[in-house]
Nanobody
Framework: QVQLAESGGGLVQTGGSLRLSCAASGRTFGTFLTGWFRQTPGKEREFVAAVNWNSANTDYADSVKGRFTISRDTAKNTMYLHMNNLSTEDTAVYFC????????????????????WGQGTQVTVSS
């Protein structure tokens, strides 16, 4: 079974950048769909970005398109979220998620499409 652990969150000023990491243990990411979601108090967890198993297909929420980049390093069994030009609206707990999908190029935007979740890392953007 795969376990996920996020890191890289913290406090940053508006316009700044952060890189989140999601390290997998237990087995390789291999043929997993992986993605990032975020959640603020009192709100539903929302989709941020996803990448398919071979990194050939990516998807982004409109709110982060052009500012965030999702990537995977197979050798390190780690997924990343590079976040640039951060705004206060990006403040949230960020979760990484995964789903074994074999060789599918499918990208999922819904929580139920993922069955493995990390514990989350807090990102706070100050004005």
């Amino acid at each position: 079974q795969v376990q996920l652990a996020e890191s890289g969150g913290g406090l940053v000023q508006t316009g700044g950048s952060l890189r989140l990491s999601c390290a997998a243990s237990g087995r390789t990411f291999g043929t997993f769909l992986t993605g990032w979601f975020r959640q603020t108090p009192g709100k539903e967890r929302e989709f941020v970005a996803a990448v398919n198993w071979n990194s050939a297909n990516t998807d982004y929420a409109d709110s982060v398109k052009g500012r965030f980049t999702i990537s995977r390093d197979t050798a390190k069994n780690t997924m990343y979220l590079h976040m640039n030009n951060l705004s206060t609206e990006d403040t949230a707990v960020y979760f990484c998620a995964a789903k074994e999908v074999g060789g599918s190029w499918y990208i999922g935007r819904r929580q139920y499409e993922y069955d493995i979740w990390g514990q989350g890392t807090q990102v706070t953007v100050s004005s």
